[in-house]
C-alpha cells in the first residue's frame, strides 16, 4: 500500500484540469512529478495512513518522487500529535521540500502545545541558508508567537533574515503584515525605521493595507510609510 500501491491510488485520483493548475501554481515543481489530485482526497489518505498507523514506512522513504508524496508526507506529519516523533520527523523532511505549497502545508498540530521547546528548532531553521526550510521557521512564528505566546524578539529575528529568495521574502513580508494586526504597538517600529530590505518592506505594507484586521486610519499611516 505504502509504496506501488499509494502510487497507483493516487494516480487513480487525478484531475488533469487541477493538474494544470498546480503546474502554473507552483513554477519551482517538475511538472512532470505532478499528478494532479486535490487536496482533500490527499487529507483523507493521509487520515487513514495516520488512523491505521501505517505511515512510519512511508515517512522513511526520502525524497519522494511526486508532488503528491510530498504533500501526503506534510499532512501526516502535521497529524502526528506526539511532539518528539512530529518534531524529528519535520527535522528529516525540511531538507526535501522543494515548493511553497507543501511547506505551507506542513502545520504540525503538535507543535501548539510546545511554543517553549520550539523556538530552539525555529531559530535554527532560519538560519540555515535552505530556502524552504527558512520560509517554514518564519511561518512558525507567525503561526504561534504573534498571541500570548508573542516576544518583541521574535519580529526581530524575522527582520535578520535577509535573503533574495522570493519565497522567503514573500514569507517575512506575510509575517510582518499579520505582526502589524496582532502585535501593532510591538512592531511598527520596524516599518517606521526601515529595518527590511525595500521590496519586503513594501509587500509588508501592500498586505497589512489588504487585511481587515487593520483599521482604516492605521491603513492610511501605513501608505506613507512606503519607500
Known amino acids: 500500500m505504502i509504496s506501488d500501491e499509494l502510487v497507483s491510488e493516487l494516480k487513480r485520483l487525478q484531475d488533469a484540469g487541477y493538474r494544470d493548475f ?8 517538475d511538472p512532470a512529478t505532478i499528478i494532479g489530485v486535490r487536496t482533500p482526497a490527499l487529507r483523507v489518505i493521509a487520515a487513514r495512513l495516520l488512523a491505521g498507523g501505517e505511515y512510519t514506512a512511508f515517512l522513511d522513504v526520502l ?14 506529519l502535521s497529524g502526528i500529535r506526539d511532539y518528539a516523533q512530529c518534531l524529528e520527523g519535520v527535522e528529516r523532511f525540511l531538507p526535501y521540500i522543494d515548493n511553497w505549497a507543501t511547506c505551507d502545508q ?8 510546545h511554543t517553549r521547546e520550539l523556538i530552539e528548532p525555529i531559530t ?5 541558508g535552505r530556502t524552504y526550510t527558512v520560509r517554514f521557521g518564519i511561518g512558525m512564528l507567525m503561526a504561534h508567537y504573534l498571541d500570548d505566546d508573542f516576544d518583541p524578539a521574535y ?4 527582520a535578520a533574515v535577509r535573503s533574495e529568495e522570493y519565497y522567503i521574502r514573500m514569507m517575512a513580508a506575510w509575517y510582518f503584515a499579520t505582526a502589524l494586526a496582532k502585535q501593532y504597538p510591538a512592531v511598527i517600529g520596524f ?8 521590496w519586503t518592506h513594501n509587500k509588508a505594507i501592500q498586505k497589512a493595507i489588504e487585511s481587515r484586521r487593520i483599521a482604516p486610519e492605521t491603513k ?7 519607500v
Open 63 to 76: 525524497p519522494h518522487a511526486l508532488f503528491e508524496e510530498n504533500q501526503l508526507h506534510a499532512f501526516i
Open 155 to 158: 519580529p526581530k529575528l524575522v
Open 124 to 128: 535554527r531553521w532560519l538560519s540555515s
Open 220 to 226: 492610511a499611516y501605513l501608505r506613507t510609510l512606503r
Open 22 to 29: 498546480q503546474v502554473k501554481l507552483i513554477p519551482t515543481v
Open 106 to 113: 506542513l502545520s504540525p498540530k503538535a507543535f501548539k502545545k
Open 191 to 198: 516599518i517606521e525605521q526601515r529595518r527590511l530590505d525595500a
